[in-house]
């Protein structure tokens, strides 16, 4: 036990060393309005100025596979990660030496409770690819079926649930005592990143993941999505089909010629638009390493172990700021990101709606080829709600990279199409489909029961209510009056009162005691009136740092938009 504690001590001190190394980067402690003005420029890190990006990149993949997960999250963060590093944190590599063949049997075995042999035709030994998690292998079934299997690393998950708590105790001091920390609570983001994490480890969890956006996809036949195999998966082995298939960005120019890709461009973005605005999913990791072109002209989709949900209330605000921005109505657009954020106590509305208003207006401006990129856009509106003092959802910023590496994907796929008048498109029908679901039969239905419950109960209440009144019981609660800056007020003047009051009265004491001509001497002075002065003014500057240091601070003011 002494052992683990001091190597959990080890391991938070080699964390806080690296935070520390780059306390002056920007890292985590937001945007000024001049970096959120300049807007999110994937190419502004080109040059010398890249240098210290790179060097982050470097001590995250050094520091682990957790902090490698870290990374690829903080990529999607332009609120609390200057554009440089964002740009650096793209490139960071999830690539390592593969274990050897024998650990791999012996996870396989352990998870499957059978030797390879038996389950297996063949189980081919150098890996499809490695990654700090897992890595992937090649085999055939007893029928004949070609499948992939996905293996985890051996130990990894202690020493991800030991980082995992290091970060935990870390970012909770640093929410207590920073001003980055009150503003963009490292906590909570520790927490939902602990969650999904975790949630990777499951290879369960990636299986089930890929029956429903299979299912989701049923529309879309041009999109591809590997089944898993459930009586050869576990927590620790995931079998699936085998897909062949090159890398969207390997695409070559003669295949484009021979085959029409804009098709296939257009399903991506549609199938994805679905996903997040019908289905309220949104897949982490859409980078065009993970989509595959195959030899029957369709696109597989891969990796889906980081899937994040949003919910419907969220997704339809998210809606409605995507369809306001495509339209070019800027103060539409803020309104919607002020509703789905949290104001701060500096929050300055009248700036942020000014500023996104021109984002939306020169992002209108723009069609064709030539068109801004949605997920650029949404990344400017969460830059520069953080710069403005508005906390905008981690969702948010995860709608604005999907987006953009779906461009991307398209992009390479057909470097002439058009995603803004494909999304704007998209986005037209999904209107229309909800429109009509809300005036379904069944909507409506719903709708009039919730009514006639209202109508029935609303007499009943109301007489309650007059009873209360007239029997002089009637109550009102304020809550929230523990956080106010009065508490904090009083409670600061209560110290210094009573600081005040302890030291005079000792000081006082030791005065009379002064007059004292026999007995112990100390100083030159009565013993005891001595030991009362000392005692005093130590106790008296104690409690002058205390009360400067411990004074409880309410908590800055937020304000979350309306649910």
């Known amino acids: ?19 520390l190394k780059y306390r002056d980067a920007g890292i985590f402690t937001g945007l000024d309005m001049d970096d959120a003005a300049a807007g999110f420029d994937p190419e502004a890190a080109d040059g010398d100025a890249s240098a210290k990006p790179e060097a982050f990149v470097n001590d995250l993949e050094a520091l682990g596979p957790t902090f490698v997960k870290i990374g690829q999250a903080l990529s999607t963060r332009p609120d609390m990660v200057p554009p440089a590093y964002l740009t650096a944190l793209e490139r960071i ?14 996870v396989v075995e352990e998870e499957l409770g059978a030797k390879i042999s038996q389950v297996f035709a063949s189980f081919e030994e150098a890996p499809l690819g490695s990654a700090s998690l897992a890595q992937v292998h090649r085999a055939t079934l007893r029928d004949g079926r070609d499948v992939a299997v996905k293996v985890q690393r051996p130990g990894i998950t202690e020493g991800i649930h030991a980082d995992l708590d290091a970060l935990a105790g870390i970012a909770a001091q640093a929410d207590r005592w920073t001003d980055a920390g009150r503003r963009t609570h490292f906590s909570e983001w520790v927490h939902e990143f602990r969650k999904a994490l975790l949630s990777e480890l499951d290879y369960r969890t990636e299986a089930e993941n890929l029956e429903r956006f299979s299912s989701h996809f049923d529309d879309y036949p041009e999109l591809f999505v590997p089944l898993p195999l459930w009586d050869l998966t576990r927590k620790r082995v995931l079998t699936m089909t085998l897909v062949k298939g090159v890398k969207v960005t390997e695409v070559t120019g003669l295949r484009r010629t021979e085959q029409d890709m804009s098709p296939l461009a257009t399903a991506v973005m549609r199938g994805y638009l679905d996903q997040v605005f019908v289905h309220g999913e949104i897949h982490a990791d859409p980078h065009p390493g993970n989509l595959l072109v195959t030899a029957d002209e369709r696109i597989a989709l891969l990796d889906l172990g980081m899937v994040a949900h949003v919910p419907p209330r969220q997704r339809e605000r998210l809606l409605k700021l995507l369809f306001a921005a495509v339209d070019g109505r800027g103060e539409e657009v803020a309104k919607e990101a002020i509703a789905l954020g949290t104001r701060l106590e500096d929050f300055d509305e009248t700036r942020y709606t000014r500023e996104v208003s021109q984002v939306v207006a020169r992002y209108a401006a723009r069609s064709g080829a030539r068109s801004q990129s949605e997920g650029r856009l949404v990344l400017e509106l969460v830059m520069l709600a953080s710069a403005c003092g508005l906390r905008t959802p981690p969702e948010m910023s995860l709608l604005g990279k999907t987006l953009l590496n779906l461009e991307a994907v398209c992009r390479a796929l057909d470097p002439e199409i058009d995603v803004k008048r494909i999304v704007e498109d998209h986005l037209e029908t999904i209107m229309r489909q909800r429109l009509k679901h809300a005036f379904s039969p069944a909507r409506l239905a719903s709708e009039a029961m919730e009514l006639q419950a209202l109508v029935r109960e609303a007499p009943a209440k109301l007489s309650d209510i007059l009873s209360l009144a007239a029997d002089n019981r009637l109550q009102v609660r304020l809550a929230g009056l523990e956080d106010s800056p009065l508490m904090e007020n009083l ?33 030159g002075y009565p013993a005891l009136a001595a030991v009362l002065f000392i005692v005093a003014a130590s106790l008296g500057l104690a409690m002058v740092i205390s009360a400067l240091l411990r004074d409880r601070k309410a908590k800055p003011r937020e304000v979350s938009g309306p649910r």
């Open 491 to 523: 409670q600061k003047i209560a110290n210094r009162i009573s600081t005040g009051i302890i030291t005079a009265s000792l000081i006082l004491a030791s005065a009379f005691l002064m007059r004292l001509d026999g007995g112990p001497r100390l100083f």
């Open 93 to 106: 590599q999830d690539k390592v030496d593969p274990i050897s063949i024998s650990d791999v049997r012996a």
């Open 1 to 19: 036990m002494t052992g683990k504690t001091e190597s959990g001590l080890a391991r938070a001190a080699q964390i806080l060393t690296f935070l």
